[in-house]
């Protein structure tokens, strides 16, 4: 199992930055995928998440903001974030649920995990 996240940088506060999500060695299709991050000395927390027909969670605080989209063709997952906040600096990592049930936020329930792409939004 590969998860390979990307897109990450420096970033103006109210700008744009797209991540991506590269899977292998998995039946891509049939997870549910998700995007956490991670400031530092926090706790890792629940952004986004989308299940394997497409719908989707967000965490109240990127929701109308952050939009995460799956290509099951591609094996990826993107994560759109707009108007971006300094706030939102972060280290971002993908993550995968094998089975679909739902979506989960807590990040102990999920087992794969990609290595994590840092976003720094400047105020």
């Known amino acids: 199992v590969q998860l390979q996240a990307s897109g990450g940088g420096l970033v103006q506060a109210g700008g744009s930055m797209r991540l991506s999500c590269a899977a292998s060695?998995?039946?891509?299709?049939?997870?549910?995928m998700a995007w956490f991050r991670q400031a530092p000395e926090k706790e890792r927390e629940f952004v986004a998440g989308i299940r394997r027909h497409g719908s989707t969670a967000y965490a109240d605080s990127v929701k109308d903001r952050f939009t995460i989209a799956r290509d099951n063709a591609k094996n990826t997952v993107e994560l759109q974030m707009n108007s971006l906040k300094p706030e939102d600096t972060a280290v971002y990592y993908c993550?995968?649920?094998?089975?679909?049930?739902?979506?989960?936020?807590?990040?102990?329930?999920?087992?794969?995990w990609g290595q994590g792409t840092l976003v720094t939004v400047s105020s």
């Open positions: 060695g998995f039946t891509f299709r049939m997870s549910v």
């Open positions: 993550a995968r649920d094998p089975v679909d049930r739902g979506i989960y936020r807590e990040h102990a329930h999920y087992a794969y």
